[in-house]
């Protein structure tokens, strides 16, 4: 019998990598055995669908890269793992160190008389370069290369699209098809959050650079930060009621003394060409910005509903469509902005 050594980031773990468990535990995984030597060839042959006879793998080790991707952390990695644990066997966790391999190294190497596979999934000629990490287990006589052939495979931009729908029937494929719906809705709640600030992080232009200011007040500094908490938890809230925003748009925030000073001046606009809002915040309370964004992801929805049109005017008594859309920015909007604030008091 042997233990499978298996490292990665997991950020977050999806289908591919449950079924590689599951078939390791089961003996179905089809692997190839390898060296640093021969893993071009030999990851050729696993792709071709060649295999070797290996001992009975009655244990598999998880270890989980401490680095947080995809706005993903260890944490809520392991979470998920451990929702795909009660279909699976004998499955254990680590993340001791931020490097997984270094990780799976060293706990070979406090076994030296047990007996383990070193696992690399690949899913095509361009993640050969991943069996080139077989080197970390240069002096571990205990342990083999096992390559497991992983085709297909699920795009992160994907995944993260379809967790942000909340539609079961949109997340299913991404996930082991022996979860529950409970389950399902588990790993939304998880990941929901940390994509949504992963996706304003690198959206929201100028959160940090631009928006604080040198010598501005601690407390003023606090409230901004509080700020980009509160934009995170309104699009959470929008998802949550089933409004379509996704893809979400771009978010800049911009400082204008002349405009602020103007009274007829801007407080926001959207430009759907770009998918883009730009919110004013000089001189403006924290509350009032966040209504104002609240408003223009309303223009967002319509543009990707194909309901905005093609207006020619900012001037709501020249065109009767304007004046609708803007009406529908207006009510749904407020109301949004308002709901959201009650569940929040």
Known sequence: MATALYPGAFKPPHRGHFNVVKNLLNGNHKGKLYTYDDATQSGQDALDGKSDKVDPINKVVVFIGAKDRNGISTKESLAIWNIYKKYLGDV???????????????????????????ITGIRSEEDMIDLKRISTFKNRENTQGLIIPAPGGTRATDLRSAVLSGNLDNIRDYFPEELSREDLNEIINILRDSIIAEILASNVDGFIEGYFKEGQ???????NLELKDYIGSLVEYMLEQGMKIT?????KL?????NASNFFGRTAYYDPNQKEIVVYTTGRHPKDIVRSFSHEMVHHMQNLNNTLGNVQTSNTNEDDHL??????AYLTG?????NWEDSLK
């Open 92 to 118: 254990e966790f680590y993340y001791e160190a931020a490097n997984p391999m270094q990780n799976a190294s060293a706990y070979s190497k406090k076994r030296p008389d047990e007996k383990f596979y070193a």
């Open 217 to 223: 007040p601690i407390q003023e500094q606090q409230s």
């Open 247 to 251: 893809p979400l748009p771009e978010i």
């Open 254 to 258: 911009r400082e204008d003394q002349d």
């Open 323 to 328: 004046l609708e859309i803007e009406k529908e």
């Open 334 to 338: 407020n109301i949004t902005f308002r």
